[in-house]
């Protein structure tokens, strides 16, 4: 049943020339017959509405309502501190999973680029859920766009080993959800430590995030993220108000290529098939295609030490 219009409601125009346009009630007529005033961002109060022309909408549009949903849901323990992240997430409804999933995406993104993602821990939960959501929606340009930015992430975190990897040095910083301060404020104004890190600082792997950071992608992201938005917006608006459904099935990705993978030559102690064993080997866990590591191994074949050396450094990152 569609909420009653009411004083202080945010509503949505259904008729004339403003159809879309979207505002709160700041008075009703104390006639029915009379017209509602509502206030529209930017523009004058206008009394120029019946209750059949206005629509109840959600202030903060579909996705954060739905995400607002999704948080009421975050348990509380014995001791005061929400449960882990990766247990309320599991417990979501499907709808729910992609909807935070795109939106904290979207929010770290932009409060402190990829880099911040990673860090914040949202990443190594959401990623896969992030992968599916994105084919869930409409085939556009500026999804597509996004598809090609999250699997350019991809790749460099495949590289690195997704932050865990023996290429990595961990490094500390101060959390930005508590200053540094190891503590939150709770829903009844208590002190609680925050889950985001320890002690006030959270690890990152510095490789990783370096790399992120002069990547660029999180200023490729800036330029298409709110049209990005507002298609995850329309959607979410038709699954809740027009009642459509989505399938859920999970959707085969394909594996991401590594362009130059990462690999130690230390320990093969000046032995050049070691050395061949070790690239060869790396090619393949970077999903370089069967004609591609022949077509390495021949050139390789080519030459002396030194030219499987100079191989080995054109195909791969070598530490």
């Not at 490094?171 to 104004?189: F, L, P, R, T």
């Not at 690890?203 to 995850?232: I, M």
Request: net charge negative.
């Amino acid at each position: 049943m569609a909420e009653k219009v009411a004083e202080g409601k945010f509503v949505e125009v259904k008729v004339s020339a403003m159809k879309g346009k979207k505002g709160k009630v700041v008075a009703i007529g104390k006639n029915p017959a009379l017209p509602i005033a509502v206030e529209f961002e930017g523009s004058e109060t206008q009394w120029d509405y019946l209750e059949s022309e206005l629509k109840v909408v959600p202030e903060d549009g579909y996705h954060q309502l739905i995400m607002d949903g999704a948080y009421d849901k975050w348990q509380k323990q014995g001791d005061g501190r929400s449960e882990a992240m990766e247990d309320w997430f599991e417990r979501l409804t499907d709808l729910e999973k992609d909807a935070v999933a795109i939106g904290k995406f979207n929010q770290q993104v932009c409060n402190g680029g990829f880099a911040q993602w990673v860090g914040n821990g949202y990443m190594e939960v959401q990623f896969k859920r992030l992968q599916q959501a994105l084919l869930r929606l409409p085939e556009c340009e500026v999804v597509g766009t996004v598809k090609e930015i999250l699997g350019k992430f991809e790749e460099i975190a495949e590289r690195n080993e997704w932050g865990a990897g023996s290429y990595s040095e961990t490094e500390y910083e101060d959390c930005c959800e508590c200053g540094g301060s190891g503590y939150i404020e709770g829903d009844n104004g208590e002190e609680i430590s925050c889950d985001n890190c320890d002690d006030g600082q959270y690890e990152y792997e510095d490789e990783l995030c370096e790399e992120l950071q002069s990547a660029g992608l999180d200023d490729e992201y800036y330029e298409v993220n709110e049209e990005f938005l507002k298609v995850c917006e329309a959607q979410f608006k038709s699954i809740v108000e027009d009642g459509n459904d989505l399938d859920y099935a999970p959707k085969k990705v394909a594996p991401i290529r590594i362009e130059k993978p990462k690999v130690k030559l230390s320990g093969t102690d000046g032995n050049v098939f070691a050395i061949i064993g070790t690239v060869m080997n790396a090619l393949k866990k970077a999903n370089w295609t069967q004609a591609e590591r022949d077509a390495v191994m021949e050139d390789m074949k080519k030459g002396d030490y030194n030219h499987v050396l100079q191989v080995a450094m054109k195909v791969c990152e070598v530490n």
